[in-house]
């Protein structure tokens, strides 16, 4: 067997195992990290078809039928995040004399040091909720300026990249930091008054990755547990933040199953956020859901300011109160479940 064969079918093992890992639901973090590179398994897997098309290759309509079976299975899982596939969230504009929310998550990457670009971008932008995470002491004190544009802040400041900023001018009426799975990641759960006096709730989450050291089971389990904490509730509900989790795995359909949440970025494209240094590298982890009841108005991505993930914001705005969305929102997930 020539080399080519040789590395044609090692190349196509690893296409396989990779592409079988994660079916397994294992925790293990070597086993998820397979998770999140479909588009790549799914391009490496046509890039060995191809070849075993027009080259030589021992068993060569085994390795072609494997290598379609691999590239139609991720393709599958990525078509959603593509702009080929059907939306999930229709863009609305906003109505004459209503004002819209803005909001904008950021990991702001604790070893980052520019400052300066990151509150150049919250000036600019100026949203009405802002999510911070990876905030330490060092960041708190140079964003204490920009901060204090805010009537109400909440903070959980650590050094071991799991700090959390929650701030915002809107009306609050609760805001607390909580501790989902039991560990030391925080999320925030906030219940705000929209400009029309509408109450939403506000989740904002920030689990561990899996990494050499991290299972993913806490990190499941925190992603499970705010989905069956949204899943009783009746406002409109918004839930940003870094899942460190892609959009397309079991987790994140399984989130959005038990809380009936839908995802701009269905039918618009990945939108990646991370890795904001490598493009051959980036995948949608920093997410985005809203219940059907929030209009959307706008999700985008902002410009890189050091840190290894994107700004995330997005522009929503509220039915008045008694208008009869949130009733269509229950008669929905009572007919889905």
Known sequence: ?????????????AVIITTALPLTNSVTWWVRMWDFPRLHISLLALVVLMAALFIAVCLKSLLIALMSVVFVFQAIQ?????????????????????KAVSMMSVNVLMENQ?????????????????????????WHNALRDVLSRYTTIKMHLADDHYGLIIA???DVISIDL???????????????????????????????????GNTTEVRDKQIKDVALMTSSSDR??????????????????????????????????MISSFHAAYP???????????TQDVNLVSFNRLENFGSD????????????????????????RHNHR
């Open 1 to 13: 067997m020539s080399m080519l064969n040789v590395a044609l079918w090692l190349t196509g093992i």
């Open 78 to 98: 990525i078509f959603p995040y593509t702009p080929l596939a059907r939306t999930e969230v229709d863009l609305a504009e906003v109505p004459s004399g209503v």
């Open 114 to 138: 520019r400052y300066g670009d990151l509150i150049y971008i919250i000036e600019r932008e100026d949203p009405d909720v802002l999510l911070l995470m990876e905030t330490d002491n060092v």
């Open 168 to 170: 915002t001018r809107l």
């Open 178 to 212: 909580l501790w989902p799975a039991q560990d030391d990641t925080p999320a925030v759960k906030a219940v705000l008054n929209a400009p029309n006096g509408t109450a939403f709730n506000f989740i904002g989450l920030h689990p561990r990755p899996p990494v050499p």
């Open 236 to 269: 409109p509900t918004i839930c940003m933040g870094d899942f460190n989790d892609v959009a397309w795995s079991w987790t994140t359909r399984r989130f959005k199953r038990y809380s009936d949440f839908l995802e701009p970025r269905v039918g618009r494209g």
């Open 280 to 290: 051959f590298m980036r995948l949608p982890i920093d997410q985005l859901f809203v």
């Open 309 to 332: 993930h994107f700004p995330m914001v997005a522009t929503v705005f509220f039915d008045s109160p008694g208008s009869g969305k949130n009733g269509e929102r229950n008669d929905a």
